[in-house]
């Protein structure tokens, strides 16, 4: 095979990821990541949008209505992902094998392991009364996130090599206003700024090969905005909006070690990603002093992703060896249900649990090494502890199955990732551990106490 054969097409979709202060791992449909809520995860999610916390004005910005006063709310996940790749026999290419000699017998490089990183995904929220009917706040967060890491020498490396990841910075200020007693109404923007890193193997690992590699940056701005409403004393629905956002990244491309021949068009390139809206439809309903019960429906619009086009500051299109660099994100629409319970074991301890299940909008045309993403259960439990005063904690723990998925890359495949010159066949197994955890504290709670009155005749 020649060098300009082993270049393919650069396929850089599947590095979108996200990272705040540490990189954080998809571990909801595609490259969302849902790890916003310890309170909620403790339910898988049911019911989040409709309250509970503070953090759920994530998905909904009209639940700050129910939390009076100042509250601050600062949560972090750490995230165990897992996914083996095993690539199917005579479904992989052949290089030479090490010490990568020409004149000996063709090599089929392996599967990789586990090419996931562990990971921890903080997020903060800040909500403040300003009067009876008017609130203002801010959310800090990671919406979407991946971070891989796969070996040199795996079968699959021309559609993933090396460590890949994005990072982003989402700040949502918002604000809400309850209209009356039963229905509440919020809004808010979205400023996120992101940097991404792809790899993509170019033919065999070095030094006969090496790795077309995409770095960008750039912002992208949406809304949120949601309602809550109270039919009930008993009974809590919400529904939240979060846009799409169109992500710009202005960045360079090149090839390493190979020189930068290798690519028709080295150096600075550009291109905007359409992530997508998502609607998240939560209720709670409180059947007696002890128990209450919650579900959700969230919908996920990854159809309007699509095709990004790379291309070059003059408006060409971004090429290596003729072959356009492009993002083929022709990804479904994105479904999750959930249902979930909480008890109120005491005073100071509240006990919940839940179960979820997702479809991915992945689908077994377009899946690839870097996204082996498909459908999933959820199952997780949680619990609040009281401190005192209003201040408390919520710890959360998720265990995901995975379906195993199967990816085929091949022209036969009609696979959009193929890069025209080397096939892929394999499956990955996957799963993920989650443990978050939380500290919510109102500022009344840091105010002193009044001093005791004396008593005197």
């Not at 989402?170 to 991404?196: E, F, K, T």
């Not at 290596?320 to 660099?325: G, L, N, Q």
């Not at 319970?341 to 100071?348: G, P, V």
Request: aromatic share 12%.
């Amino acid at each position: 095979m020649s060098r300009l054969g082993w270049m393919g097409t650069l396929r850089a979709g599947t590095a979108l990821g996200i990272l705040i202060i540490a990189t954080a791992q998809a571990n909801a449909g595609a490259l969302a990541i849902r790890e916003q809520s310890p309170y909620g995860q403790g339910t898988s999610y049911a019911g989040v949008a409709a309250g509970g916390a503070v953090s759920s004005m994530f998905w909904n910005p009209a639940v700050m209505t129910q939390f009076p006063g100042i509250i601050a709310e600062t949560a972090v996940s750490g995230v165990i992902s897992y996914a083996s790749h095993t690539p199917h026999p005579g479904a992989n290419p052949t290089f030479p094998a090490p010490p990568f000699d020409l004149g000996a017998a063709p090599f089929s490089y392996p599967g990789d392991s586990n090419s996931l990183n562990p990971a921890f995904v903080p997020a903060a929220y800040y909500s403040y009364q300003l009067n009876p009917n008017l609130w203002l706040g801010l959310s800090i967060n990671s919406p979407f996130g991946l971070s891989v890491n796969f070996r040199d020498r795996w079968a699959g490396r021309d559609y993933g090599a090396g460590p890949g990841n994005l990072k982003t910075y989402n700040a949502a200020p918002s604000i809400a206003y309850r209209i009356n007693d039963w229905i509440s109404v919020g809004a808010g923007i979205q400023l996120q700024y992101a940097s991404l890193v792809f790899q993509e193997g170019v033919g065999p690992a070095p030094p006969l090969g090496g790795n077309a590699v995409l770095k960008g940056s750039g912002w992208g701005f949406g809304v949120t905005a949601g309602v809550t409403l109270t039919p009930t004393p008993t009974t809590l629905i919400g529904i939240g909006w979060r846009s799409g956002i169109n992500q710009d990244f202005n960045g360079i491309l090149y090839v390493s070690p190979i020189p930068a021949a290798g690519i028709t068009t080295p150096g600075t390139v550009g291109t905007t990603i359409r992530a997508p809206d998502i609607v998240s439809l939560g209720i709670r309903q409180r059947l007696d002093a002890l128990w209450t019960v919650m579900g959700t429906v969230e919908w996920s619009h990854w159809s309007r992703t699509g095709t990004s086009q790379w291309t070059q500051p003059g408006g060409g299109v971004a090429t290596i060896a003729s072959t356009p660099v492009q993002f083929p994100f022709q990804y479904d629409d994105g479904w999750f249900f959930s249902v979930g319970a909480e008890y109120r074991w005491s005073d100071q301890v509240q006990l919940r649990a839940g179960v979820g299940y997702e479809l991915s909008p992945i689908n077994d045309r377009v899946r690839t090494p870097v996204i082996p993403d498909n459908d999933r259960f959820w199952a997780s439990a949680g619990l609040t502890y009281q401190l005192g005063r209003g201040i408390h904690f919520d710890l959360a723990y998720t265990h995901i199955w995975v379906k195993d998925a199967p990816i085929s890359i091949s022209a036969a495949s009609g696979n959009p990732w193929f890069n025209g010159v080397v096939n892929y066949n394999g499956t990955v197994n996957g799963h993920a551990d989650i443990v978050s955890g939380a500290l919510v504290v109102p500022f009344a709670a840091l105010q002193p106490p009044p001093p005791k009155q004396l008593v005197t005749k």
